[in-house]
């Protein structure tokens, strides 16, 4: 009978130590120290002027006047954010920016999907010119159509409402809007529509059913980039509200510049991070349909 040798074979010296890591290549590793540097930079850049806000926001008049710029505030209170609620209007500001903005949102998303779908989906003559015609809308500047507004929404005795923002936001966001959504159904298979109609499906419910589920992210995506444009405008607001009840956030902001020129940073400080903390948290929201959004369009169907 054969005996086995169950005797654990010793490793050698060389086979204990153990496999020396490759360094990097100088170039890898500098190019590595470059974007991180270059990371941080930009990091420093985008938060700093967002920490300094915060913490402007609970500082005095005198801590601005007589401390550093980055000092410490003295009292964590919250005194600035009930003046910038109360005694600034912030509320009511707040609110003639949503009752302006959104409405004027829903009417760039539908009428802007609507104008994509036709311009890349149907099929007639001179869809090419009324896209270039909304491409060539893209490229007015805002502050030439100003006086001529202004002067239409006077005969026409819309001054002294919120209308005249309504109607000039939905008409200057229309062209990004219609171009953009005509990019993104540009990416969606012709077949998908065709399947559609075969099955019965009209230009109605092929739009409302088949269209906008496939480029739903579009909209988002959209969606945020106008309201972005839309909610900090200063100029439009600016130039057709003439009472202080119709006033948005952003010439809302203005109110805090006292005799003399005189700033009361610590109020203002306060509404700009109220206005920031209420566009980050629509941001945060949809973070991940913008993400698809942004990458819907990259690989065709």
């Not at 509200?241 to 952003?250: A, K, V």
């Amino acid at each position: 009978m054969t005996s086995v040798d169950t005797t654990v074979p010793v490793p050698t010296a060389a086979a204990r130590r153990p496999t020396p890591r490759r360094r990097p290549a100088p170039r890898r590793r500098l190019g590595q120290i470059v974007s991180g540097a270059l990371v941080a930079l930009l990091l420093v850049i985008v938060v700093g002027p967002l920490v300094w806000m915060l913490l402007g926001s609970f500082k005095t008049q005198t801590e601005f006047l007589e401390q550093p710029v980055w000092a410490l505030p003295q009292q964590w209170n919250l005194d600035n954010y009930v003046f910038a609620w109360t005694q600034g209007n912030f509320a009511q500001y707040a609110s003639n920016s949503i009752l302006t903005v959104f409405p004027s949102l829903l009417l760039v998303l539908l009428f802007g999907s609507m104008a994509g779908f036709a311009l890349e989906v149907l099929v007639w003559k001179g869809r090419g010119a009324i896209l270039i015609t909304f491409l060539a809308g893209i490229m007015v500047p805002t502050q030439m159509i100003l006086l001529p507004l202004f002067a239409a929404y006077f005969r026409l005795g819309l001054t002294g409402t919120l209308w005249p923002l309504l109607i000039t936001y939905t008409a200057t966001s229309l062209p990004l809007a219609v171009f953009l959504m005509a990019t993104f159904f540009r990416a969606v298979p012709r077949e998908i529509f065709e399947a559609a109609t075969l099955d019965g499906a009209g230009l109605i419910r092929s739009f409302f059913l088949v269209g906008l589920p496939m480029v739903r992210n579009a909209l988002f995506t959209v969606g945020l980039v106008q309201f972005f444009m839309l909610w900090n405008d200063l100029l439009i607001a600016l130039t057709f509200t003439n009472s202080g009840s119709l006033r948005t956030l952003q010439v809302g902001l203005l109110n805090f510049t006292g005799q003399f020129g005189s700033v009361q940073y610590g109020p203002l400080f306060a509404a700009i991070c109220l206005n920031v903390v209420a566009i980050l948290v629509i941001y945060l929201f949809l973070n991940k349909q913008v993400q698809k959004g942004l990458t819907a369009g990259a690989v065709k169907g």
